[in-house]
């Protein structure tokens, strides 16, 4: 009995120390330059997470290594702490040789990152990276996107290479609700709460519109709930005059029990369920992640998911706003960075170039010839590995392996990605409606700002921001009255959305110069 | 000169004692050695970081090559619109957790001394301790869902009520939710303390109070809670030093923007400030301030407790 108490104390303490060295470690060392191999720090998609767990694991990166002949070890945060992880290396005195992170997110933007010595503008050494050149020289909207004010080139950016792959997202509705109740696809704001209410009288639906969001039934005001460019002027939404109206019609909807109370609350998986169970008849989404999942996980076979138009203040109107994405899209692991600590600049260089290269392009969109793709016709045709996977491998998690072009990295997107990624008709469909907007000449570029303005535009952002998305809930949900909708705006402007408005506008004036 | 001879005998004296203290108790001190290391490393190591709330930190140029601010952060946070809030709602939210919470494990850790079956004593003190167990994303998980429009406690309330949306999105309803789930997770686990202090009650003073026709009240009320009176105080001042630290793991959990009026802490805050907006040194100015007012009210209550009872932590 003694030796068995004795036992069971002695391994619990060898548990916990195993535990506490394994949280401890974490595999994050950055190796100390032996030899030619590389290091490059990066978050792992979630994609390719549920395959392997390290990139270098994959068929493309193997690829990679061997096509560019640089040797290269991939290290990864957990996910969820990649900013926190970030801040970690950045502090540290011996920086990965290639750091991928969203850069525009370094404290101060990416031209401070330069300025503090973390990474190296690569602009300064182009001929170590003839094709991104080559690439951006051709494409100066991009290249203007794609370097901060003083023309650097902070990191080999990710690029959507067709207008149309900036718009994936909107909202989704139950296209055989619409269907069965003899209603024609809502374009106004009005036909909009029709279809709504016919979903909960008589489909049942108790929350007809569940998502965290109503902000795409602002566009209907001729208003949006951020920041926007028109005519060469920043503005902001709530300044519009259609924004009350906005927030009246989004607070009787609340009353009458058309969007989800809880919207506030709400989490990705509840969004789902409703949807696809029915509790709910609209949503927003995507065409893969949204439309392709849902209806894959369908009850039934005449379930069907559409993507609605964005609304516009008039019947048939082309939309001012929409779900936009920019060419050059900020994303966590979207642009490619050579740190200061680099031993070997030009391999690394040569390592990142390759996807602007006409065999990389091909390579990071749709993985290696006569494996994942074929040549039919001379259109990149992805193989039964990708579409139908004889590992039971979802086409987003298959692609992982292969490709990036299901997410983001260093190359320049193809549009052919998609048309066969977008597989249903119903997701084609989508993506035309979608793609109908004008979002892009109203959607601002990356804006820096000044470096002795970044404190006070930090602070007053944040305060203006925090109080706004407050606000516009509350006014929602009732819990504040709507007469109080001047007081709103007179605090805003104490809390210096004007001053915010100014820099902003300041720094789109340079962008627009530069 | 005389003074500082004599000072310095007694220095030498005290040396001297030390290590002869030392070479009989080795074996003591190498035991309290790594508690030392610990305390060295994870809470005083870190203080050189409070150097941050007075720059305009980069993590990149690190506490050397930052920019001095002065007092910029700390003043920007007491002019800021927010500090009121924030502020108020932490005093608010750590005094009804502490009025609330407090004296529910000492109630507890009394009525298990009370109970006569042994089984039923443990099956309650297991059940009591499970919530501490569970890890607190899965505990947050749980109040939401229960909370929810159509969930266990939600949805009663809500036909209660007419109010047909979830609890969290009530402002009122966050500092009900906060405290009542906070007990449930605690009071079993702090009650521990108290069962062993009760243990350690002389049985004869009892046996003197069933004599003297004591019943069972009167000997709760004249002899256990005298007796644990020293471990109750200690506990409180203890748990006043942190009355400003709310726990903003649990508050990031629950909240959102609609409930932001009254939840919304300085803890959270400092949370949102680091690493929503990497603002690192504006972030450490308010947790200095935060650990400022801690240090006040750890002080005050010392002080009025020695005044009061005698008992104090020094």
């Given amino acids: 009995m003694k030796m068995k108490k004795r036992?069971?104390?002695?391994?619990?303490?060898?548990?916990?120390?195993?535990?506490?060295?394994?949280?401890?470690?974490?595999?994050?060392?950055?190796?100390?330059?032996?030899?030619?191999?590389?290091?490059?720090?990066?978050?792992?998609?979630?994609?390719?997470?549920?395959?392997?767990?390290?990139?270098?694991?994959?068929?493309?990166?193997?690829?990679?290594?061997?096509?560019?002949?640089?040797?290269?070890?991939?290290v990864h945060p957990p996910q969820g702490q990649e900013s926190e992880k970030f801040s970690i290396i950045v502090a540290s005195a011996n920086l990965p040789d290639i750091i991928e992170y969203n850069w525009l997110n370094y404290p101060g933007g990416p031209a401070k990152a330069i300025k503090e010595g973390v990474i190296i503008d690569i602009a300064s050494q182009q001929n170590l990276a003839p094709n991104v050149f080559k690439y951006l020289n051709e494409h100066p909207e991009i290249k203007k996107l794609a370097t901060t004010d003083a023309n650097e080139l902070f990191a080999f950016p990710f690029v959507r290479g067709d207008e149309s792959l900036c718009f994936s997202g909107g909202t989704i509705i139950r296209g055989d609700w619409l269907e069965e109740l003899g209603l024609s696809m809502p374009e106004t704001i009005d036909e909009w709460e029709n279809v709504l209410t016919q979903f909960k009288e008589k489909k049942g639906a108790q929350v007809p519109y569940s998502s965290t969001s109503t902000g795409n039934f602002a566009y209907a005001f001729n208003t949006t709930t951020d920041y926007y460019v028109e005519d060469g002027k920043v503005k902001h939404g709530v300044l519009d005059p259609g924004f009350k109206d906005y927030l009246v019609t989004m607070n009787r909807w609340y009353q009458k029990g058309l969007i989800d109370p809880s919207f506030a609350t709400l989490d990705q998986k509840t969004i789902e369920a409703n949807i696809i169970n029915g509790q709910s008849g609209a949503t927003t989404g995507s065409i893969g992640s949204g439309i392709g999942k849902w209806m894959a996980a369908a009850p039934s076979d005449t379930y069907s998911l559409e993507g609605a138009p964005f609304l516009s203040s008039e019947k048939g109107q082309k939309p001012k706003f929409g779900t936009y994405q920019l060419p050059v899209t900020a994303s966590l692991t979207a642009f490619d960075a050579i740190s200061t600590s680099c031993k070997n600049v030009e391999a690394a260089m040569k390592f990142l170039d390759y996807g602007y290269s006409e065999e990389g392009y091909m390579l990071y969109n749709f993985g290696?010839?006569?494996?994942?793709?074929?040549?039919?016709?001379?259109?990149?045709?992805?193989?039964?590995?990708?579409?139908?996977?004889?590992?039971?491998?979802?086409?987003?998690?298959?692609?992982?392996?292969?490709?990036?072009?299901?997410?983001?990295?260093?190359?320049?997107?193809d549009k052919r990605y998609m048309?066969?990624?977008?597989?249903?008709?119903?997701?084609?469909?989508?993506?035309?409606?979608?793609?109908n907007t004008d979002a892009a000449a109203h959607f601002p570029p990356h804006l820096y700002m000044q470096e002795d303005e970044l404190t006070e535009y930090a602070q007053l952002n944040s305060d203006v921001g925090t109080y706004l998305t407050e606000m516009i809930s509350k006014f929602i949900i009732g819990a504040e009255p709507l007469d109080n909708f001047d007081t709103m705006i007179q605090e805003l402007k104490n809390r210096g959305i004007e001053r915010v408005l100014e820099m902003k506008q300041a720094a789109y004036d340079r962008y627009l110069t530069k | 000169m005389e003074l500082l001879a004599s000072k310095k005998r007694q220095k030498g004296k005290a040396l001297q004692s030390w290590r002869r203290d030392f070479r009989k108790n080795g074996s003591l001190y190498l035991l309290v050695l790594p508690v030392v290391i610990f305390y060295f490393i994870f809470n005083y190591m870190p203080m050189y970081g409070v150097l941050m709330s007075f720059q305009d930190f980069s993590p990149r140029l690190g506490i050397g090559g930052s920019e001095w601010v002065g007092l910029q952060h700390f003043r920007r946070f007491l002019g800021s619109t927010d500090f009121q809030r924030v502020f108020f709602n932490t005093l608010k939210i750590s005094f009804s957790t502490l009025i609330c919470e407090f004296p529910t494990p000492i109630l507890l850790a009394l009525m298990l001394n009370e109970m006569q079956n042994r089984h039923i004593k443990k099956v309650v003190?297991?059940?009591?301790?499970?919530?501490?167990?569970?890890?607190?994303?899965?505990?947050?998980?749980?109040?939401?869902?229960?909370?929810?429009?159509?969930?266990?406690?939600?949805?009663?309330?809500?036909?209660?009520?007419?109010?047909n949306s979830s609890l969290l999105m009530q402002a009122n309803k966050f500092l009900p939710i906060y405290v009542l789930s906070s007990i449930w997770q605690a009071v079993g686990w702090e009650s521990i303390i108290y069962l062993a202090a009760?243990?350690?009650?002389?049985?004869?003073?009892?046996e003197a109070a069933e004599i003297d026709g004591a019943g069972r009240i009167r000997k709760i009320i004249n002899i256990t809670l005298p007796s644990i009176s020293t471990t109750i105080v200690t506990m409180l001042i203890l748990r006043l030093g942190k009355v400003m630290n709310v726990g903003y793991e649990k508050i990031i959990l629950l909240y959102n923007e609609v409930i932001y009026d009254t939840s919304d802490v300085i803890s959270t805050y400092v949370y949102r400030m680091g690493f929503e907006n990497q603002d690192w040194g504006y972030s450490a100015a308010v947790g200095l301030f935060n650990s400022a007012i801690n240090l006040v009210l750890l002080v005050f209550t010392n002080t009025i407790s020695k005044k009061m009872s005698g008992t104090s932590l020094w």
């Fill in chain 1, 7 to 74: 036992w069971y104390v002695g391994s619990l303490a060898a548990i916990m120390a195993a535990a506490m060295l394994s949280g401890c470690g974490g595999g994050e060392q950055a190796s100390t330059g032996e030899g030619e191999k590389l290091t490059c720090w990066m978050p792992l998609t979630s994609n390719a997470a549920m395959l392997v767990s390290n990139y270098g694991e994959t068929a493309l990166a193997q690829e990679l290594i061997k096509r560019t002949g640089v040797d290269i070890e991939f």
């Fill in chain 2, 125 to 163: 003190q297991t059940l009591s301790y499970l919530p501490h167990f569970i890890s607190l994303v899965v505990i947050c998980g749980m109040i939401k869902t229960f909370v929810a429009n159509d969930g266990l406690i939600g949805s009663v309330i809500a036909q209660m009520t007419g109010n």
């Fill in chain 2, 198 to 206: 009760l243990a350690g009650v002389d049985p004869q003073l009892y």
């Fill in chain 1, 419 to 435: 048309e066969q990624y977008a597989a249903l008709p119903q997701q084609k469909r989508a993506w035309e409606t979608w793609s």
């Fill in chain 1, 368 to 413: 290696i010839e006569g494996e994942s793709y074929e040549m039919i016709d001379g259109y990149p045709t992805y193989t039964e590995i990708i579409t139908n996977n004889p590992e039971g491998q979802s086409m987003t998690v298959a692609l992982a392996n292969y490709t990036r072009s299901y997410a983001t990295g260093p190359f320049v997107q």
